[in-house]
Protein backbone atom coordinates (compact mmCIF):
# COMPACT_ATOMS: atom_id res chain seq x y z
CA UNK A 1 0.00 0.00 0.00
CA UNK A 2 2.77 2.44 0.99
CA UNK A 3 4.15 1.93 -2.63
CA UNK A 4 2.38 3.54 -4.65
CA UNK A 5 2.75 6.82 -2.13
CA UNK A 6 6.06 6.38 -2.84
CA UNK A 7 5.82 6.42 -6.42
CA UNK A 8 4.10 9.45 -6.51
CA UNK A 9 5.98 11.64 -3.72
CA UNK A 10 8.77 10.56 -6.11
CA UNK A 11 7.44 11.52 -8.98
CA UNK A 12 6.40 15.05 -7.87
CA UNK A 13 10.09 15.65 -6.24
CA UNK A 14 11.11 14.80 -10.00
CA UNK A 15 8.74 17.37 -11.75
CA UNK A 16 9.69 19.73 -9.00
CA UNK A 17 13.71 19.29 -9.80
CA UNK A 18 12.83 19.45 -13.74
CA UNK A 19 10.61 22.52 -13.58
CA UNK A 20 13.83 24.13 -11.60
CA UNK A 21 16.47 23.54 -13.78
CA UNK A 22 14.10 24.76 -16.53
CA UNK A 23 13.24 28.25 -15.12
CA UNK A 24 16.99 28.22 -13.48
CA UNK A 25 18.45 27.48 -17.15
CA UNK A 26 17.02 30.58 -18.81
CA UNK A 27 14.87 28.31 -21.29
CA UNK A 28 12.18 29.70 -21.04
CA UNK A 29 11.63 32.75 -23.55
CA UNK A 30 9.85 35.90 -21.68
CA UNK A 31 10.14 37.80 -25.45
CA UNK A 32 7.07 40.16 -25.63
CA UNK A 33 7.63 39.92 -29.87
CA UNK A 34 6.35 36.37 -29.69
CA UNK A 35 3.31 36.90 -28.24
CA UNK A 36 0.95 34.13 -26.09
CA UNK A 37 0.21 30.87 -27.33
CA UNK A 38 -3.87 30.63 -27.28
CA UNK A 39 -4.25 28.45 -24.41
CA UNK A 40 -2.05 30.64 -22.48
CA UNK A 41 -3.72 33.50 -23.31
CA UNK A 42 -7.48 31.89 -22.84
CA UNK A 43 -5.68 31.38 -19.39
CA UNK A 44 -4.95 34.56 -18.44
CA UNK A 45 -7.68 36.60 -19.73
CA UNK A 46 -9.97 33.87 -17.82
CA UNK A 47 -8.66 34.02 -14.71
CA UNK A 48 -8.48 38.36 -14.66
CA UNK A 49 -12.21 38.29 -15.57
CA UNK A 50 -12.84 36.43 -12.70
CA UNK A 51 -10.46 37.93 -10.64
CA UNK A 52 -12.40 41.29 -11.39
CA UNK A 53 -15.72 39.93 -11.13
CA UNK A 54 -14.94 38.48 -7.73
CA UNK A 55 -13.14 41.30 -6.00
CA UNK A 56 -15.28 44.15 -7.51
CA UNK A 57 -18.34 42.36 -5.86
CA UNK A 58 -19.95 44.76 -3.69
CA UNK A 59 -18.62 48.18 -4.84
CA UNK A 60 -21.94 50.57 -5.01
CA UNK A 61 -21.98 52.91 -8.21
CA UNK A 62 -23.28 56.28 -7.67
CA UNK A 63 -25.27 57.64 -10.98
CA UNK A 64 -22.61 57.88 -13.89
CA UNK A 65 -25.09 59.91 -16.42
CA UNK A 66 -24.16 63.00 -15.01
CA UNK A 67 -22.57 65.06 -18.51
CA UNK A 68 -20.37 67.35 -16.16
CA UNK A 69 -18.85 63.04 -14.87
CA UNK A 70 -18.36 62.24 -18.27
CA UNK A 71 -16.57 65.62 -19.44
CA UNK A 72 -13.99 65.28 -15.84
CA UNK A 73 -13.50 60.94 -17.19
CA UNK A 74 -12.76 62.56 -20.58
CA UNK A 75 -10.18 64.91 -19.67
CA UNK A 76 -8.92 62.43 -17.29
CA UNK A 77 -8.86 59.68 -20.15
CA UNK A 78 -7.21 62.17 -22.45
CA UNK A 79 -4.13 62.77 -19.72
CA UNK A 80 -3.46 59.17 -18.89
CA UNK A 81 -5.28 56.53 -21.14
CA UNK A 82 -5.30 57.50 -24.54
CA UNK A 83 -1.50 56.87 -25.26
CA UNK A 84 -2.16 52.99 -24.69
CA UNK A 85 -6.09 52.65 -25.54
CA UNK A 86 -6.06 55.34 -28.20
CA UNK A 87 -9.21 57.26 -30.10
CA UNK A 88 -12.25 56.00 -31.34
CA UNK A 89 -10.83 56.05 -34.57
CA UNK A 90 -8.81 52.86 -33.90
CA UNK A 91 -5.27 54.64 -33.66
CA UNK A 92 -2.76 54.50 -31.45
CA UNK A 93 0.97 54.58 -31.28
CA UNK A 94 2.82 51.46 -33.04
CA UNK A 95 4.79 50.55 -30.26
CA UNK A 96 1.50 49.55 -28.16
CA UNK A 97 1.05 47.12 -30.79
CA UNK A 98 4.22 45.18 -29.74
CA UNK A 99 3.15 45.15 -25.97
CA UNK A 100 2.14 41.49 -24.99
CA UNK A 101 -0.15 41.57 -23.54
CA UNK A 102 -1.94 44.37 -26.33
CA UNK A 103 -4.14 46.90 -24.54
CA UNK A 104 -7.85 45.43 -25.21
CA UNK A 105 -10.04 48.00 -27.75
CA UNK A 106 -12.52 49.37 -25.65
CA UNK A 107 -14.82 49.58 -27.83
CA UNK A 108 -15.54 45.42 -27.88
CA UNK A 109 -14.76 45.55 -24.07
CA UNK A 110 -16.51 47.62 -22.44
CA UNK A 111 -20.10 46.88 -22.79
CA UNK A 112 -19.02 43.02 -22.23
CA UNK A 113 -18.17 44.57 -18.18
CA UNK A 114 -20.03 46.08 -15.52
CA UNK A 115 -19.47 49.52 -14.03
CA UNK A 116 -18.20 48.18 -11.14
CA UNK A 117 -15.75 45.69 -12.67
CA UNK A 118 -13.91 48.79 -14.76
CA UNK A 119 -14.08 50.98 -11.56
CA UNK A 120 -11.83 48.10 -10.33
CA UNK A 121 -9.48 47.86 -13.10
CA UNK A 122 -8.79 51.73 -13.46
CA UNK A 123 -8.06 52.01 -9.66
CA UNK A 124 -6.08 49.13 -9.05
CA UNK A 125 -4.70 47.90 -12.22
CA UNK A 126 -4.04 44.35 -13.95
CA UNK A 127 -0.51 42.81 -12.61
CA UNK A 128 1.50 42.02 -15.46
CA UNK A 129 -0.33 43.63 -18.20
CA UNK A 130 1.29 47.28 -18.02
CA UNK A 131 -2.17 48.14 -17.07
CA UNK A 132 -1.19 50.71 -13.71
CA UNK A 133 -3.47 51.39 -11.16
CA UNK A 134 -4.91 54.79 -10.25
CA UNK A 135 -2.00 57.07 -8.94
CA UNK A 136 -3.65 58.29 -6.11
CA UNK A 137 -6.03 55.50 -4.38
CA UNK A 138 -8.00 57.64 -1.83
CA UNK A 139 -9.54 60.15 -5.04
CA UNK A 140 -12.18 58.28 -5.93
CA UNK A 141 -13.95 61.07 -7.14
CA UNK A 142 -11.08 61.09 -10.16
CA UNK A 143 -12.26 57.67 -10.73
CA UNK A 144 -15.96 57.85 -11.19
CA UNK A 145 -16.05 60.08 -13.65
CA UNK A 146 -13.27 57.74 -15.96
CA UNK A 147 -15.95 55.38 -15.83
CA UNK A 148 -18.55 57.44 -16.69
CA UNK A 149 -16.85 58.33 -19.59
CA UNK A 150 -15.78 54.75 -20.35
CA UNK A 151 -19.61 53.79 -20.49
CA UNK A 152 -19.95 56.33 -23.23
CA UNK A 153 -16.61 55.81 -25.29
CA UNK A 154 -17.84 53.07 -27.70
CA UNK A 155 -20.62 55.00 -29.19
CA UNK A 156 -18.00 58.01 -29.52
CA UNK A 157 -16.40 59.09 -33.00
CA UNK A 158 -13.86 60.98 -33.63
CA UNK A 159 -14.88 64.31 -33.49
CA UNK A 160 -17.81 63.60 -30.62
CA UNK A 161 -14.13 62.40 -28.84
CA UNK A 162 -12.39 65.58 -29.49
CA UNK A 163 -15.55 67.74 -28.31
CA UNK A 164 -15.84 65.40 -24.92
CA UNK A 165 -12.03 66.62 -24.36
CA UNK A 166 -11.44 69.88 -25.67
CA UNK A 167 -14.85 71.49 -25.71
CA UNK A 168 -15.21 74.81 -28.04
CA UNK A 169 -10.96 75.06 -27.48
CA UNK A 170 -9.33 74.07 -30.54
CA UNK A 171 -5.92 73.50 -30.53
CA UNK A 172 -3.94 76.29 -32.59
CA UNK A 173 -0.69 77.75 -31.87
CA UNK A 174 0.17 81.02 -31.94
CA UNK A 175 -3.15 82.50 -30.08
CA UNK A 176 -2.91 85.42 -28.11
CA UNK A 177 -5.95 86.43 -25.25
CA UNK A 178 -6.93 89.74 -23.39
CA UNK A 179 -5.21 90.01 -20.26
CA UNK A 180 -6.86 91.56 -17.13
CA UNK A 181 -5.21 94.80 -18.12
CA UNK A 182 -6.34 94.56 -21.58
CA UNK A 183 -2.88 94.30 -23.47
CA UNK A 184 -2.30 90.76 -25.44
CA UNK A 185 -1.40 88.08 -23.75
CA UNK A 186 0.44 85.31 -25.71
CA UNK A 187 -1.06 81.95 -24.52
CA UNK A 188 1.68 79.28 -23.42
CA UNK A 189 2.18 76.24 -25.87
CA UNK A 190 1.60 73.68 -22.85
CA UNK A 191 -1.71 75.95 -22.04
CA UNK A 192 -2.82 75.48 -25.63
CA UNK A 193 -1.71 71.29 -25.69
CA UNK A 194 -2.68 70.18 -22.20
CA UNK A 195 -4.10 72.93 -19.61
CA UNK A 196 -6.88 74.29 -22.43
CA UNK A 197 -9.12 71.19 -22.32
CA UNK A 198 -9.92 71.22 -18.34
CA UNK A 199 -9.27 74.49 -17.21
CA UNK A 200 -9.83 76.56 -21.15
CA UNK A 201 -7.80 79.25 -22.71
CA UNK A 202 -9.80 81.85 -20.62
CA UNK A 203 -9.29 79.81 -17.32
CA UNK A 204 -12.93 79.98 -16.83
CA UNK A 205 -12.81 75.67 -16.15
CA UNK A 206 -15.45 74.24 -18.97
CA UNK A 207 -18.50 75.86 -17.10
CA UNK A 208 -19.65 72.58 -15.74
CA UNK A 209 -18.32 72.69 -12.27
CA UNK A 210 -15.95 69.95 -12.12
CA UNK A 211 -12.81 71.90 -13.28
CA UNK A 212 -11.53 74.89 -11.31
CA UNK A 213 -11.69 78.35 -12.74
CA UNK A 214 -8.08 79.37 -12.93
CA UNK A 215 -8.38 82.92 -14.37
CA UNK A 216 -7.13 85.68 -12.05
CA UNK A 217 -6.50 83.34 -9.43
CA UNK A 218 -3.14 83.97 -7.00
CA UNK A 219 -0.47 83.50 -8.95
CA UNK A 220 1.55 82.34 -5.67
CA UNK A 221 -1.05 80.06 -5.34
CA UNK A 222 -1.06 78.11 -8.57
CA UNK A 223 2.73 78.19 -8.58
CA UNK A 224 2.82 76.19 -5.18
CA UNK A 225 -0.26 74.01 -6.25
CA UNK A 226 1.96 72.88 -9.66
CA UNK A 227 4.69 72.48 -7.41
CA UNK A 228 3.21 70.36 -4.56
CA UNK A 229 1.90 67.99 -7.17
CA UNK A 230 5.05 67.96 -9.33
CA UNK A 231 6.77 67.22 -5.90
CA UNK A 232 3.64 64.33 -5.27
CA UNK A 233 2.44 66.33 -2.36
CA UNK A 234 -1.25 67.08 -3.70
CA UNK A 235 -3.33 64.18 -4.53
CA UNK A 236 -4.49 64.02 -8.18
CA UNK A 237 -4.21 61.07 -10.63
CA UNK A 238 -4.52 62.76 -12.87
CA UNK A 239 -2.51 66.58 -12.49
CA UNK A 240 0.12 64.94 -10.36
CA UNK A 241 0.82 62.82 -13.81
CA UNK A 242 1.15 66.02 -15.76
CA UNK A 243 2.76 68.15 -13.64
CA UNK A 244 5.45 65.67 -13.02
CA UNK A 245 6.48 65.78 -16.37
CA UNK A 246 6.71 70.24 -16.54
CA UNK A 247 9.93 71.89 -15.97
CA UNK A 248 10.11 74.81 -13.89
CA UNK A 249 9.72 77.18 -16.08
CA UNK A 250 6.82 76.18 -17.41
CA UNK A 251 5.46 75.80 -13.95
CA UNK A 252 6.24 79.60 -13.60
CA UNK A 253 4.88 80.12 -17.34
CA UNK A 254 1.41 78.37 -16.80
CA UNK A 255 0.76 80.07 -13.42
CA UNK A 256 1.80 83.64 -14.65
CA UNK A 257 -0.60 83.42 -17.82
CA UNK A 258 -3.72 82.39 -16.13
CA UNK A 259 -2.94 84.83 -13.04
CA UNK A 260 -3.15 87.57 -15.61
CA UNK A 261 -6.59 86.47 -17.34
CA UNK A 262 -9.73 88.25 -16.38
CA UNK A 263 -10.70 87.41 -13.06
CA UNK A 264 -13.54 84.97 -13.13
CA UNK A 265 -17.17 85.45 -15.08
CA UNK A 266 -20.36 86.06 -12.95
CA UNK A 267 -22.27 83.20 -12.23
CA UNK A 268 -24.58 83.55 -14.94
CA UNK A 269 -22.05 80.55 -17.01
CA UNK A 270 -22.51 78.37 -14.22
CA UNK A 271 -25.68 76.94 -15.95
CA UNK A 272 -27.75 77.41 -12.79
CA UNK A 273 -31.46 78.50 -13.21
CA UNK A 274 -33.65 80.19 -10.17
CA UNK A 275 -36.81 78.06 -11.34
CA UNK A 276 -39.40 80.15 -8.58
CA UNK A 277 -39.40 82.06 -6.26
CA UNK A 278 -39.02 79.76 -3.60
CA UNK A 279 -35.93 78.55 -5.05
CA UNK A 280 -34.73 82.40 -5.01
CA UNK A 281 -35.85 82.85 -1.41
CA UNK A 282 -33.76 79.69 -0.06
CA UNK A 283 -30.79 80.53 -2.31
CA UNK A 284 -30.65 84.12 -0.76
CA UNK A 285 -30.95 82.27 2.84
CA UNK A 286 -27.81 79.64 1.91
CA UNK A 287 -25.99 82.64 0.98
CA UNK A 288 -26.49 84.57 3.87
CA UNK A 289 -25.94 81.98 6.24
CA UNK A 290 -22.41 81.20 3.94
CA UNK A 291 -21.55 84.90 4.29
CA UNK A 292 -21.84 84.41 8.16
CA UNK A 293 -19.72 81.68 8.18
CA UNK A 294 -16.95 83.12 5.83
CA UNK A 295 -17.16 86.26 7.99
CA UNK A 296 -17.37 84.89 11.68
CA UNK A 297 -17.09 81.57 11.60
CA UNK A 298 -18.66 79.06 13.97
CA UNK A 299 -17.45 79.22 17.45
CA UNK A 300 -19.38 75.97 19.12
CA UNK A 301 -17.70 73.81 16.26
CA UNK A 302 -14.22 75.36 16.22
CA UNK A 303 -14.72 76.67 12.73
CA UNK A 304 -12.95 79.85 11.89
CA UNK A 305 -13.46 82.94 9.63
CA UNK A 306 -12.71 81.94 6.51
CA UNK A 307 -12.40 85.31 5.15
CA UNK A 308 -9.37 85.98 7.46
CA UNK A 309 -7.13 83.77 4.72
CA UNK A 310 -9.77 83.77 2.15
CA UNK A 311 -11.38 87.81 2.17
CA UNK A 312 -14.24 88.91 -0.11
CA UNK A 313 -12.37 91.05 -2.66
CA UNK A 314 -9.64 89.87 -5.32
CA UNK A 315 -6.74 92.04 -4.46
CA UNK A 316 -4.35 91.93 -2.24
CA UNK A 317 -3.78 88.47 -2.28
CA UNK A 318 -2.89 87.15 1.12
CA UNK A 319 0.06 84.95 1.03
CA UNK A 320 -0.43 81.79 -1.42
CA UNK A 321 -3.52 81.13 -0.32
CA UNK A 322 -6.39 80.61 -3.09
CA UNK A 323 -8.88 83.32 -4.36
CA UNK A 324 -12.42 81.46 -3.83
CA UNK A 325 -14.68 84.17 -5.35
CA UNK A 326 -16.63 82.91 -8.09
CA UNK A 327 -15.26 79.58 -7.94
CA UNK A 328 -17.29 77.18 -9.05
CA UNK A 329 -19.71 75.28 -5.84
CA UNK A 330 -19.62 72.17 -6.33
CA UNK A 331 -15.90 72.68 -7.08
CA UNK A 332 -15.56 74.26 -3.91
CA UNK A 333 -17.52 71.64 -1.88
CA UNK A 334 -15.13 68.41 -3.12
CA UNK A 335 -12.30 70.58 -2.11
CA UNK A 336 -13.31 70.94 1.69
CA UNK A 337 -14.55 67.00 1.95
CA UNK A 338 -11.54 66.53 0.27
CA UNK A 339 -9.23 67.95 3.29
CA UNK A 340 -11.62 66.78 5.68
CA UNK A 341 -11.06 63.25 4.37
CA UNK A 342 -7.01 63.73 4.49
CA UNK A 343 -7.77 62.92 0.54
CA UNK A 344 -6.26 66.47 -0.85
CA UNK A 345 -2.83 67.32 0.50
CA UNK A 346 -0.93 70.91 -0.97
CA UNK A 347 1.69 72.92 0.22
CA UNK A 348 2.97 73.94 3.20
CA UNK A 349 -0.26 75.78 4.04
CA UNK A 350 -2.63 72.80 3.15
CA UNK A 351 -2.33 71.68 6.79
CA UNK A 352 -3.62 74.98 7.83
CA UNK A 353 -6.90 73.90 6.35
CA UNK A 354 -7.50 70.71 8.39
CA UNK A 355 -8.62 72.29 11.70
CA UNK A 356 -10.12 75.20 9.52
CA UNK A 357 -13.13 72.53 7.97
CA UNK A 358 -13.63 69.26 10.00
CA UNK A 359 -15.87 70.58 12.48
CA UNK A 360 -18.05 71.67 9.28
CA UNK A 361 -20.99 69.84 8.52
CA UNK A 362 -22.74 69.20 5.18
CA UNK A 363 -25.33 71.72 4.58
CA UNK A 364 -22.65 74.39 5.65
CA UNK A 365 -20.05 73.18 3.37
CA UNK A 366 -22.78 74.11 0.72
CA UNK A 367 -23.84 77.14 2.50
CA UNK A 368 -20.20 78.51 2.80
CA UNK A 369 -19.44 77.03 -1.12
CA UNK A 370 -22.41 78.65 -2.36
CA UNK A 371 -21.34 82.22 -1.01
CA UNK A 372 -18.19 82.34 -2.13
CA UNK A 373 -19.28 81.21 -5.75
CA UNK A 374 -21.97 84.08 -5.63
CA UNK A 375 -19.73 86.81 -5.12
CA UNK A 376 -18.73 87.84 -8.24
CA UNK A 377 -22.75 88.63 -9.56
CA UNK A 378 -23.66 90.23 -5.85
Known amino acids: MKRPWKIMSGLILVIGI ?17 GHWEITKWFLNFTKERSVATHSTGIKVPDLDDQALIVKGAGHYEAGCRMCHGK ?4 RPRMVSLMTPQPPNLKN ?32 DEIWPVVAFL ?23 GQS ?28 GRGLGVFPRLAGQNEAYLLVSLEAYHQ ?4 SGTIEELASRMHQQEIEDVSRYYSRLKPFLSNESQGRAKTNNRDAQEEDASFERGA ?12 PACADCHPATRKPFKN ?45 IRDVSFYYSELPAR
Not at 21 to 31: E, H
Not at 88 to 91: F, L, V
Not at 152 to 169: A, I, M, Q, T
Open 177 to 204: IDSAEGTSLPVPHLVIEVCAGCHGVDGQ
Open 320 to 364: AYPALMGQYQDYLELQIRLFQNRSRGGSQSANLMHAAVDGLKLDQ
Open 18 to 34: VGILVVVSGVIPVKASS
Open 109 to 140: IVPEREPQELFYVVKHGIKMTGMPAWPELKRD
Open 88 to 91: PDGM
Open 151 to 173: LKYPELDFNEYDELVWGKHQKQS
Open 232 to 235: DKRM
Open 292 to 303: QIAAEGIAGQDV
